[in-house]
């Protein structure tokens, strides 16, 4: 193994090199340190730095000296996006209207992180309370695509996306309610992974709780695995976190896909958008699967038109959070966030029952499909510029943004995106893979069966 570029090495690489002493923590936080010394000014990924980072490394060096690491994680440099809160650091969801006063306490899923060993370096930046996909909001600027710079890495987890692409450390906490993990990711070329909603225990929730979920960004699989075996597990503060013990979602993540039956979904309930480069990501994808030895097949569920149904549940909770504000901090919002709470600030009660009816006969739908797993563009396109200007953004939202995305969070299905290579302007290809609510494993194993066939 060769340690000479600690900021290189996937999580599991570098707790073999500690276990092997061939490095440390202190080392490893310095490199990633020292990257982001370099690269951050052009990428702009945080939001805030951690202080406490350089103590929690020394310890975790201490521990591995004697032999007695803490944790799946002890050592392991990580980021949380600012949506989520870290006791000490401010959460600011990347908003001047919100408070700057430090969380009081930690997150579930940051304390499950904190227990495991991880050393937080920082929190990445976020769109405006995750409202929408370009990566930059009104606090912290824009965030842009380590690939190309003049390009966004997507979001709404943009600076999640951006620092794993950068390489400024292996492991990266997003969330997702409408595609936030998996649109970043395919946009910066690593893998995001969307959990089933419960898997990651969640307080306090953001302005899509019903359907958001938090889950891992990384460069691998393997690593989104690891990562995804510390942050789920049943929390009291989330009454619907999973009553499940926890697991190593790395167990038969090698079990290849002989014999499993794949779905290629190509209509996630209206005529969504791809280019040519979305359709070679998915037909290469395909063959991998095929290659082997899984059956791969077309698959169209009845579904109702995901694209009348998603739009209406996103605007009203933004309505929600800009009517939470006082009228004086509604004036430092994004412009956009604006715009569509004013849309759908008037939505009754019985359209979002009707919604919510809709969402749950999609549910069902995908819930009776005989697949172990499908597969289906991530996104409509490449990479778009970053700071493109938004006239529609609920058309945005359908036509350049999610379309692939949100049917897998109104159903609440696991959902994740893997890098399928560069596109003629070097700029990431990625496909999604999805499975049956709850069979997060299931879909972890096709991805690793993709990546493995992809190199």
């Known amino acids: 193994m060769d340690v000479t570029e600690p900021a290189a090495l996937d999580a599991e690489e570098l707790l073999a090199a500690y276990a092997a002493k061939k490095l440390n923590p202190l080392e490893a936080l310095q490199a990633v340190t020292e990257r982001i010394a370099r690269r951050n000014p052009e990428i702009n990924a945080f939001a805030v730095m951690n202080p406490r980072a350089l103590n929690a490394?020394?310890?975790?060096?201490?521990?591995?000296?004697?032999?007695?690491?803490?944790?799946?994680?002890?050592?392991?440099?990580?980021?949380?996006?600012?949506?989520?809160?870290?006791?000490?650091?401010?959460?600011?969801?990347?908003?001047?209207?919100?408070?700057?006063?430090?969380?009081h306490q930690d997150a579930p899923l940051v304390k499950a992180l904190r227990?495991?060993?991880?050393?937080?370096?920082?929190?990445?930046?976020?769109?405006?309370?995750?409202?929408?996909?370009?990566?930059?909001?009104?606090?912290t600027g824009i965030t842009r695509n380590p690939w190309n710079t003049t390009h966004t890495p997507?979001?709404?987890?943009?600076?999640?996306?951006?620092a794993a692409a950068s390489f400024f450390g292996p492991l990266h906490v997003g969330t997702d309610g409408g595609g936030s993990i998996?649109?970043?990711?395919?946009?910066?070329?690593?893998?995001?992974?969307?959990?089933?909603?419960?898997?990651?225990?969640?307080?306090?929730?953001?302005?899509?709780?019903?359907?958001?979920?938090?889950?891992?960004?990384?460069?691998?699989?393997?690593?989104?695995?690891?990562?995804?075996?510390?942050?789920?597990?049943?929390?009291?503060?989330?009454?619907?976190?999973?009553?499940?013990?926890?697991?190593?979602?790395?167990?038969?993540?090698?079990?290849?896909v002989s014999g499993l039956r794949i779905g290629v979904l190509q209509n996630p309930g209206f005529p969504a958008p791809v280019d040519a480069d979305g359709l070679q990501a998915l037909d290469d994808a395909r063959r991998a699967l095929e290659g082997q030895g899984a059956t791969v097949v077309e698959i169209?569920?009845?579904?109702?038109?995901?694209?009348?149904?998603f739009p209406k549940l996103w605007g009203v909770a933004l309505a929600r959070v800009v009517d939470t504000l006082a009228e004086d901090k509604r004036a430092l919002l994004d412009p956009g966030l604006l715009a569509v709470a004013e849309q759908f600030r008037n939505t009754t009660a019985l359209e979002l029952v009707q919604a919510e009816a809709l969402r749950l006969e999609a549910a069902h739908a995908m819930a009776a499909l005989e697949v172990d797993a499908l597969i289906c563009p991530a996104v409509p396109h490449c990479a778009p510029l970053a700071a493109a200007p938004v006239p529609d953004?609920?058309?945005?939202?359908?036509?350049?943004?999610?379309?692939?995305?949100?049917?897998?969070?109104?159903?609440?299905?696991?959902a994740m995106?893997?890098?399928?290579?560069?596109?003629?302007?070097?700029?990431?290809?990625?496909?999604?893979?999805?499975?049956?609510?709850?069979?997060?494993?299931?879909?972890?194993?096709v991805a690793r069966a993709v990546e493995r066939a992809v190199g």
């Open 154 to 162: 997507g979001g709404s987890s943009s600076g999640a996306a951006a």
């Open 300 to 309: 169209a569920p009845q579904l109702p038109d995901a694209s009348a149904v």
């Open 182 to 256: 998996r649109i970043p990711a395919a946009w910066s070329g690593v893998v995001g992974v969307k959990p089933s909603f419960g898997r990651v225990p969640q307080w306090p929730l953001g302005a899509f709780g019903h359907v958001a979920v938090a889950g891992p960004l990384a460069r691998s699989v393997r690593d989104a695995a690891l990562l995804l075996s510390v942050l789920a597990g049943h929390d009291a503060a989330d009454p619907f976190s999973l009553p499940e013990p926890k697991r190593d979602f790395r167990a038969g993540i090698e079990d290849g």
């Open 57 to 103: 490394a020394r310890a975790s060096a201490l521990r591995w000296a004697e032999g007695k690491p803490l944790g799946a994680l002890d050592g392991v440099p990580v980021t949380v996006k600012d949506l989520i809160d870290v006791a000490g650091l401010p959460t600011r969801r990347g908003s001047k209207a919100t408070d700057a006063t430090p969380a």
């Open 393 to 414: 953004p609920v058309a945005a939202l359908n036509q350049n943004w999610a379309p692939w995305a949100y049917l897998f969070s109104l159903t609440r299905q696991p």
């Open 417 to 445: 995106t893997v890098p399928m290579g560069v596109n003629d302007a070097g700029l990431p290809t990625a496909v999604q893979i999805a499975a049956p609510l709850y069979c997060d494993d299931m879909m972890l194993r």
């Open 115 to 139: 227990a495991a060993g991880a050393v937080i370096i920082g929190k990445t930046a976020t769109t405006e309370f995750g409202w929408k996909t370009p990566g930059d909001s009104p606090l």
